[in-house]
């Protein structure tokens, strides 16, 4: 991450610039967010947000530097873009709280228009495009009128949006239009939603996953769970596992009930910091597309 972002942004602006002195109307544009020093966008994913904040940093630096010769500017999405990195961190069903690509594309060109003393800016793209006019922003939705997810840096993440993902008409949280059955009458939420789970598994699931997971949670009827997708026949149950697990997921009762109920998205939960996840996070991301598959039998 640190080549790629950080790094790659200094260098390759390094064997520009030369080039880009010579242009009347020179731009350099990175992909990055505001610097927004706010915690919650450093605890979950610290070395990603040094990251993107080091081509931040670009901006300052080179706008500064260059004020007068070339525009140096960032741009950021107000939501969450569908990309290739979308699919692999939310899972099937992500792409409909995204915006496409075309978004930034259209962005990207209004910062281009503009003269070089348009410079030093950290642009949001929704934003931009207010200033030329646009009002009809569903154009830019994968599926219009769906509630978006904000993107990273961005605050009106972790208290307003998760409201608006825990209504009754909010998408179930591995696959759209289907719910989760309910827990039965007097028992234990959790214990319910495991007792759902093992009547699914079986051989198939067991052979694709091979997996072992670990939750922890906390709250009335918390502590430690597991689901081994590794032995015969697969299990599930309270306490930790035989083996080592794979994947520790951590969160409260309440937010598991409510992932498993399809009141809360996991992604939003990731990304609010509500969900911990240590281990191997591909088979994470394997875990929330088997239960799709699992729900579609549900």
Not at 52 to 77: D, H, Q, R, T
Not at 112 to 122: A, P
Not at 186 to 200: L, N
């Amino acid at each position: 991450m640190m080549n790629v972002n950080t790094r790659g942004t200094y260098l390759t602006s390094k064997a520009c610039i030369p080039h880009l002195k010579k242009s009347k109307i020179a731009h350099i544009l990175n992909l990055s967010p505001p610097l927004n020093l706010n915690p919650l966008w450093f605890k979950q994913h610290c070395a990603y947000t040094i990251a993107k904040y080091g081509m931040s940093m670009c901006v300052l630096g080179m706008a500064e530097e260059f004020k007068g010769e070339i525009a140096v500017n960032a741009l950021w999405p107000k939501t969450a873009i569908h990309t290739a990195a979308m699919d692999m961190l939310g899972g099937t069903g992500i792409e409909s709280q995204c915006r496409k690509v075309d978004i930034i594309a259209d962005a990207a060109y209004s910062i281009f228009k503009r003269q070089k003393n348009f410079t030093g800016n950290f642009i949001i793209d929704e934003n931009i495009l207010r200033e030329e006019g646009i009002k009809n922003f569903d154009v830019y939705a994968v599926k219009p009128g769906h509630p978006l997810i904000p993107d990273f840096f961005i605050d009106e993440l972790p208290d307003a949006v998760n409201k608006k993902m825990e209504t009754p008409d909010a998408a179930p949280a591995f696959k759209e239009g289907k719910q989760v059955p309910q827990p039965k009458a007097g028992s234990r939420p959790v214990e319910e939603t495991f007792r759902i789970v093992k009547e699914t598994l079986s051989e198939d699931v067991v052979k694709a996953t091979q997996a072992v997971y670990q939750f922890d949670l906390s709250g009335d009827d918390g502590g430690t769970w597991f689901l081994d997708l590794k032995s015969k026949g697969g299990n599930v149950g309270r306490g930790e596992p035989l083996d080592r697990a794979d994947v520790v997921m951590s969160m409260s009762t309440e937010d598991f009930v409510k992932m498993f109920s399809g009141k809360l998205k996991p992604t939003m939960a990731f990304m609010s910091g509500k969900l911990k996840i240590k281990g191997n996070m591909a088979l994470a991301i394997k875990l929330d597309k088997l239960m799709t598959q699992m729900n579609a039998r549900l």
